[in-house]
Nanobody, 124 residues
Framework: VQLQASGGGLVQAGDSLRLSCAAS????????IGWFRQAPGMERKFVAT????????YYADSVKGRFTISRDNAKNTAYLQMNSLKPEDTAVYYC??????????????????WGQGTQVTVSS
């Protein structure tokens, strides 16, 4: 499966953005999806994950209550709605996929397929 992340941009603190992760090559419905982010000079960190059906989600503490992960398997697309953005949310955001596992996966090495990343910059 090939993943294409989009929707990043430059926003002010408190604004919202919605990132999209479009899949091609194979149906997204056979994969669990994760979002990760990497700030300059930092390691890539887990943001959120959603099960293949959308029935289960899990978030990093730093984004809980502000970000919402979702998916539309009919459109072969996953989303990350980001509200109340903070300067510390500035990073390149990546979507990733792994075959259905039934277990929450939060480590980047647990994901097999990656999109190219989309830059999110939040100014104060």
């Amino acid at each position: 499966v090939q993943l294409q992340a989009s929707g990043g941009g430059l926003v002010q603190a408190g604004d919202s953005l919605r990132l999209s992760c479009a899949a091609s090559g194979r149906t997204l419905g056979t994969y669990d999806i994760g979002w990760f982010r990497q700030a300059p000079g930092m390691e890539r960190k887990f943001v959120a994950t959603i099960s293949w059906s959308g029935g289960s989600t899990y978030y990093a503490d730093s984004v809980k209550g502000r970000f919402t992960i979702s998916r539309d398997n009919a459109k072969n697309t996953a989303y990350l709605q980001m509200n109340s953005l903070k300067p510390e949310d500035t990073a390149v955001y990546y979507c990733a996929a792994r075959p259905i596992s039934g277990v929450v996966r939060t480590r980047d090495y647990e994901y097999d397929y990656w999109g190219q990343g989309t830059q999110v910059t939040v100014s104060s």
